[in-house]
Nanobody, 116 residues
Framework: QVQLVESGGGLVQAGGSLRLSCAAS????????MGWFRQAPGKQREWVAT???????SYADSVKGRFTISRDNAKNTVYLQMNSLKPEDTALYYC??????????WGQGTQVTVSS
């Protein structure tokens, strides 16, 4: 079992930055691929970024060049650095963990609100 707790959300003006953190329980964190997802009101949850256990990263086109995902296995934590934020980035952001092809563990989410 993996428990995930997100933090770092808040209210920021357009063009600003935030760094989200996701702290994971367990001693096998380094073996999981970690992902960030988001869900805006009235919309489906969408994938934002992934970092594999080996450190490879991938991003949704909507955030490429603005967001950076990273991990610190010594701290059992994954981060999402968000720069040049836009109002359309407003959403509840979740982190998730997977070993196989599906994301099996989810956090409760942290709210990000970007004002114009």
């Amino acid at each position: 079992q993996v428990q995930l707790v997100e933090s770092g959300g808040g209210l920021v003006q357009a063009g600003g930055s935030l760094r989200l953190s996701c702290a994971a329980s367990g001693r096998t964190f380094s073996s999981y691929a970690m992902g960030w997802f988001r869900q805006a009101p009235g919309k489906q949850r969408e994938w934002v970024a992934t970092i594999t256990s080996g450190g490879s990263t991938s991003y949704a086109d909507s955030v490429k060049g603005r967001f950076t995902i990273s991990r610190d296995n010594a701290k059992n934590t994954v981060y999402l650095q968000m720069n040049s934020l836009k109002p359309e980035d407003t959403a509840l952001y979740y982190c998730s963990a997977r070993r196989g092809s599906t994301y099996d563990y989810w956090g409760q989410g942290t709210q990000v609100t970007v004002s114009s």
